[in-house]
């Protein structure tokens, strides 16, 4: 194929361009790791449909298109307008990105406590921090094929957001990590890279949405790494809220001690092409994930969820559920993998993955994958593919609700098993709206509101 | 105040209703009876507009108006309302929020203001201590994990929130005790009123001795068999419907129909 060919060259070509400029440059472990990654990439290329993860997820749009990099500008975004957009209120510390670059003018850092680093990547890897080279690129694997995407938000590793929340320290807001990108007069692409390093015992909500305006197509390629040590309790959520003619590949990878905590909330209502991959390791005994998706595609959205729950250690639990609503001709994925370990003896795995089809071209590809070598594990998963109950929707208009009211409404019934489990009340109340806005057939999210 | 001429229904190819005649006018309330199967439920079901019925003959006309061109929403706007036989669980969504979405669409429709969240509470609250509603129900799902008795006192207190102009209310007393069964017959007796209309699908003259009806009707294989006073249902409890099947007279079939 010798267009994905050229776009693969693109790549490479504007890593050659911008090396001399990447933070932190000279620093031994960091040219090498940005070396190795653009290495894999060169030979892996874009993913094909032909590997086994990417079976039901054709990148050729976005390896079609001539992306260029998002230039570090705020386009006239200020404090005022961020304060418009979605969740752009929410009581948390902000740390504000606008086309993959830290900017500082627009971002805050109230509530946090002492002894928290909270900051620009770029600026952590220009001053030499030595938790970056212990950490960085550590808990994401770029080697494998598949994660060619994970390999080039590597080679170019830049800026985004670096955490480090101290042993014990019990956060009351949330951190929120807010990316926007700002439309150029050609597609632009930006690859925010965070690291997150939680201190034993801490206890902490993160938020990270993405945005896009103005019109075009534009590509988000992220990687956000988490390292929660031991008894940590950890509330990651992402908003995908995306435009519509983005392009937004993100991989989330959670390595979680004994005792550790981690849930992850995983909302994907923008973009035209989608993929999460969702990975955490249960590293440590007694360690516990949640992990909960809510998936809304209509119109030509394709939307793909791989989650992975590694369990490395014995008596660890993962819950998964992953909605999905999809309208028009959208298309949904969700891969489910498990991994019990040899030793994880006690393992105790739940996977759920619902769908509501809302429309006769709508189509959802739903697998689980179960990998499992110790054997006395509980582990089960199972998925359904429904429509709107008649019956519920003949009893809500008998009532008087319209028809889009009525079918508005079951929808949120649906996706309230998942809206309920988000611990953070203002947090779920706006995506009830954000999704309503949707629902109720919106173009874009929250302008002006 | 609702005229039912000659109404026709099927559904899967199956004739049901077979030419039903029946005239309410404001103030009355009608009990309707038969046996199982004989149609009261997908008669009650036409009427507000479930669209698995296809009407293949006949005209209803509620206050002068072609009933059944009008969507179900729309009907409720005009002021029907039908408790459900078998009330329909809806996961997620909470009665309260169902409730005030439903009042809030009558609302709108006839061109009042919107009630918000803390108003509508109050009227919530009020109606549930009055028409026997555990006040906790209102958080849950509507329907969802409810007794067979809480769903059936829970399509009373909509309809006592609501405050239809004409009630239909399919088998609402069935499966209840006696206590109830009373909250039942006080919440239709509630909603007496001169410019208001009461249709009560039963199986049971009990509730008859709460609820005082002008009329009765025996519905048998899709057609009104037999009408009368309370007396009728006085009588259908001492002989059974085997009585109306050996004194309803064959209907002539209508050639060409
Ligand atoms: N949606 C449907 N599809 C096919 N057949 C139906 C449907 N609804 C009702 N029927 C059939 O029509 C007939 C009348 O049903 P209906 O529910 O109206 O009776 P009913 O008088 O309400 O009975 P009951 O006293 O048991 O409630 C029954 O034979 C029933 O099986
Ligand atoms: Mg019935």
Redesign the pocket.
Known sequence: MATTATRHDLFLSHFARQRPQFPGGGQAWLDRLRQEAIERFAEAGFPTTRLENWKFTNVLPLTRTAFQPAAPKLDGLTREKLGRLPLGRLDAARLVFVNGRFAAELSSFEGLPKGARVGSLAAALEEGNARLEEHLGRYAAYQPPDRAFVALNTAFLNDGAFLEIPQGALLEKPIHLVFVSVSEAQPVFSQPRNLILVGAGAQVALLETYLGLGDGPYFTNAVTEIVAAENTIVDHYKFQLESEDAFHVATLQARQARDARFTSHNVSLGGRLVRNDVNVVLDGEGSESALNGLFVARGRQHVDNHTLADHAKPHCTSHELYQGVLDGSAAGVFNGAIIVRANAQKTDAIQHNKNLLLSEGATINTKPQLEIFADDVRCTHGATVGQLDPDALFYLRSRGLPYPAARNLLIRGFAQTILERMKVEALRVELEELLFARLSGSQRFGEGR | MLTIKNLHARAEGKGILRGVDLEIRKGEVHALMGP??S????L?QVLAGRDVYEVSQGEVLYDGRNLLEMTPEERAHAGLFMAF??PVEIPGVSNLYFLRSALNSLRKARGQPELDAMDFLHIAKQKAREFGLDESLLKRSVNQGFSGGEKKRNEVYQMAVLEPRLAIL??TDSGLDIDALKIVANGVNALRHPDRAILL?THYQRVLNYVTPDYVHVLYNGRIARSGDKNLALHLEEQGYAWVEGQAPERPQVAGS
């Open positions: 199982n199967g149609g009261k439920s997908t009650a036989q078998y399919d088998e699908i």
